[in-house]
């Protein structure tokens, strides 16, 4: 089955340079999610998007901004990085109607950013 | 959303059941309980989640105690495959919403 695409799946950048992550979901899925997980952290939510509209926001720094496309991928834009942003970036995927549905968030592998 | 309180790590011998215990005092009539785990550095997969009875699928069982304020993941044979950290998530109406990640139980699994 389709699984959660994340890319790249390493990153390396420099202090003040600027990174972008991308983020394919499950097809027909209409909502994405992003996480962050610094070293030995838990993940901490960013960011989500339902339909292309942001339906929630949560620790984002403002040097971060995300969107998500008419064919629902979604990308992650980090500038002016910082040595505190190396961590592993997760995105996940939902689909929302009603009826039948766990509500199960399916995650990616992440994308491991390093900033040095 | 309700706060949940698990131990910080716990120890299983491969091929017995391990029970994970999670506290939910404060959890609401609407609150559902999720249950995800996390191997190594991979991205958190679902386990199971339920709202007031007792959930048993392909990986685990869920039970939830009657006044909702405990449940417990129970694995009933327990791999080294098992090792991760066992997240246990108190949510409102599952469909849209984010999931809020706690201190969850690192669960070891030796052989």
């Known amino acids: 089955a389709a699984g959660v695409i994340q890319s790249p799946r390493h990153l390396i950048k420099e202090k003040r340079e600027t990174a972008t992550l991308k983020c394919y979901p499950i097809p027909r899925h209409d909502t994405v999610y992003w996480y962050q997980q610094g070293p030995g952290q838990d993940p901490q939510f960013l960011i989500s998007f339902y339909e292309k509209m942001q339906s929630d926001k949560g620790s984002i720094p403002d040097r971060f901004s995300a969107q998500q496309f008419s064919d629902y991928h979604s990308e992650l834009n980090m500038s002016s990085l910082e040595l505190g942003d190396s961590a592993l970036y997760f995105c996940a995927s939902s689909f929302f109607y009603r009826g039948k549905n766990t509500g199960e968030l399916f995650f990616g592998e992440g994308s491991r950013l390093t900033v040095l | 959303d309700a706060k949940t309180t698990q131990p910080t790590s716990m120890d299983c011998a491969e091929g017995r059941a391990a029970n994970l215990p999670c506290n939910h005092s404060?959890?609401?009539?609407?609150?559902?309980v999720y249950w995800y785990r996390q191997i190594h550095s991979q991205g958190p997969q679902y386990i199971i989640h339920?709202?007031?009875n007792n959930e048993t699928n392909e990986m685990a069982s869920l039970i939830i105690t009657e006044d909702r304020k405990s449940s417990t993941l129970i694995l009933p044979h327990a791999t080294l495959r098992d090792t991760a950290v066992y997240y246990c998530i108190v949510r409102v109406d599952p469909r849209g919403n984010k999931l809020v990640f706690g201190a969850g139980t690192i669960l070891r699994v030796k052989s």
């Open positions: 339920g709202l007031k």
């Open positions: 404060t959890i609401s009539g609407n609150e559902y």
